[in-house]
T-cell receptor, first 113, second 109 residues
Framework: DAGVIQSPRHEVTEMGQEVTLRCKPI?????LFWYRQTMMRGLELLIY????????DSGMPEDRFSAKMPNASFSTLKIQPSEPRDSAVYFC???????????FGPGTRLLVL | EDQVTQSPEALRLQEGESSSLNCSYT??????LFWYRQDPGKGPEFLFT???AGEEKEKERLKATLTKKESFLHITAPKPEDSATYLC??????????FGPGTRLSVLP
């Protein structure tokens, strides 16, 4: 299996622009998680889905952030408009059940200028 | 509020010098405690899951243990390739996941 796939791996954008991060979970996994990692705050859970349905989005920082999972093999995390404080590494992870092992993707490094 | 702390923040060991990393947690009903390893520029890599106090798991030079308030990751005779950041995470009964800040381990040859 190719593991969790994320794209792009690196993104540099200017403040105010829309940013879309993409994730393909491991085939057969029914839970998907979006995390943000910074030096200051460590790894933070933003949102997670079970069977394509958002279960808990309490970690989403504000309305500028939105996530979708239109099918079992694809999810997006969108930031609109982006701000410099959104600069971080964004990880996607998937698991077979939400209480079991999560497998992480390589992350997307986002820099908002 | 669910909370996870890890100590020490950073640890330098000589090759072969055994030690332990600590993960302390407060959570409203523990569903599981997870240990991950993260190398620079990469995503966290799963190591262990522990579900109940008294449980232990081993993998090569690593051994994880769990009590009602904390978990330890014991590293026996570490090698330079064990250098990484080790992350602890808990899942609460409400299914919320919380990660600790991590311990940066450096093993010198």
């Amino acid at each position: 299996d190719a593991g969790v796939i994320q794209s792009p791996r690196h993104e540099v954008t200017e403040m105010g622009q829309e940013v879309t991060l993409r994730c393909k979970p491991i085939s057969g996994h029914n839970s998907l998680f979006w995390y943000r990692q910074t030096m200051m705050r460590g790894l933070e859970l933003l949102i997670y889905f079970n069977n394509n349905v958002p279960i808990d989005d309490s970690g989403m920082p504000e309305d500028r952030f939105s996530a979708k999972m239109p099918n079992a093999s694809f999810s997006t995390l969108k930031i609109q408009p982006s701000e410099p404080r959104d600069s971080a590494v964004y990880f996607c992870a998937s698991s077979a059940h939400n209480q079991e092992t999560q497998y992480f993707g390589p992350g997307t490094r986002l820099l908002v200028l | 509020e669910d909370q996870v702390t890890q100590s020490p923040e950073a640890l330098r060991l000589q090759e072969g010098e055994s030690s332990s990393l600590n993960c302390s947690y407060t959570v409203s009903g523990l569903r599981g405690l997870f240990w991950y390893r993260q190398d620079p520029g990469k995503g966290p890599e799963f190591l262990f899951t522990l579900y109940s106090a008294g449980e232990e798991k081993e993998k090569e030079r690593l051994k994880a243990t769990l009590t009602k308030k904390e978990s330890f990751l014991h590293i026996t005779a570490p090698k330079p390739e064990d250098s990484a950041t080790y992350l602890c995470a808990v899942q609460a009964q409400d299914q919320n996941f919380v990660f600790g800040p991590g311990t940066r381990l450096s093993v010198l040859p």
